[in-house]
């Protein structure tokens, strides 16, 4: 399997983006839908997460409330609706998929290339 991140831009504060993670192949059911973001100098850190199979979603605190992660039958994978973003929500963000529930990167064995988001303010 492999995933294709795609959807990342320039965008005003406040403003929306929409990132979409394509996988092609078939996502064990068991597995479970990440979306990591890395800023400039920074290691990378958890947003959000699904379980292929269903199930509820988990964030990171500062994206509660803006971001919602949910699966996408159409593409085979995920999106990550952003809202109301922030300046520091600046990074480029990457989808992954792995067996664990994990908020934990390394947990994750499967990695899409990454889509930038910037976020002007």
């Known amino acids: 399997v492999q995933l294709q991140a795609s959807g990342g831009g320039l965008v005003q504060a406040g403003g929306s983006l929409r990132l979409s993670c394509a996988a092609s192949?078939?996502?064990?059911?068991?597995?479970?839908m990440g979306w990591f973001r890395q800023a400039p100098g920074k290691e990378r850190e958890f947003v959000s997460l699904?379980?292929?199979?269903?199930?509820?979603?988990l964030y990171e605190d500062s994206v509660k409330g803006r971001f919602t992660i949910s699966r996408d039958n159409a593409i085979g994978g995920v999106v990550l609706q952003m809202n109301s973003l922030k300046p520091e929500d600046t990074a480029v963000y990457f989808c992954?998929?792995?067996?664990?529930?994990?908020?934990?990167?390394?947990?994750?064995?499967?990695w899409g290339q990454g889509t930038q988001v910037t976020v002007s303010s």
């Open positions: 992954a998929a792995g067996p664990a529930y994990s908020v934990i990167a390394r947990n994750y064995n499967i």
């Open positions: 699904i379980r292929w199979r269903g199930g509820s979603a």
């Open positions: 192949g078939r996502i064990f059911s068991s597995y479970v």
